[in-house]
């Protein structure tokens, strides 16, 4: 007979980017002045033309394992990563199992369940160019969400809030039960 006791949960969180250098580069041109005081012509002009460029850049650091424990429902978690991002970007969200899955009966068996669903929020400060805060909420269950920085760019790390939901059924079938949610950063530029 299988009961809820002995389940044990882990989330493994990945996070992957596109990078880039970021480089400037000054370009002055014009007409060199006379030295003596008494050369200055009035009605002479100097003209600079002045160019560069930022190369636009978006990097992403963090990731690691979150150990549950005894899953019953209700679990909570934060883990932090670092986000570098000097264009607007979009944060994708990606469940591969849709939940905290039963290592090898996801579908459960009999009553018990073989999947507890979790909900994931992220939230990330940015700059538009005021500071301001984004979050958006996502379910394991939908397997794949967006978070958009809007016309934003990022003003340093960000957070990610894991909340398991209370098992369905009977309870979760006993075992081991991971799961791998990636996170991924995209520029727009």
Not at 25 to 54: D, F, M, Y
Not at 106 to 134: A, C, H, N, W
Not at 170 to 182: R, V, W
Request: charged fraction near 15%; aromatic fraction near 6%; glycine fraction near 16%.
């Amino acid at each position: 007979m299988q009961t809820t006791s002995g389940a044990w949960g882990r989330i493994s969180w990945r996070l992957g980017a596109a990078m880039g250098a970021a480089s400037l580069a000054l370009i002055a041109t014009g007409a060199a002045a006379k030295p003596a005081a008494s050369n200055i012509e009035v009605g002479k002009s100097l003209t600079v033309a002045v160019t560069g460029r930022i190369v636009p850049r978006c990097e992403i650091q963090g990731g690691g394992d979150i150990d549950f424990g005894e899953l019953t429902g209700g679990e909570r978690a934060t883990a932090l990563f670092g986000l570098d991002c000097n264009v607007p970007f979009d944060l994708g969200v990606t469940s591969a199992r849709g939940g905290l899955a039963h290592a090898t009966k996801p579908q459960g068996e009999g009553p018990f369940s073989g999947v507890l669903p979790y909900d994931v929020t992220l939230t990330v400060p940015t700059l538009r160019p005021e500071p301001r805060t984004i979050r958006a909420s996502f379910s394991s269950v939908d397997h794949a969400g967006v978070l958009s920085s809007g016309d934003g760019i990022a003003a340093g790390g960000g957070k990610i809030e894991f909340r398991t939901r209370q098992p369905a059924g009977a309870g979760l079938l006993a075992g081991q039960y991971s799961e791998t949610l990636t996170v991924t950063v995209t520029p727009r530029v």
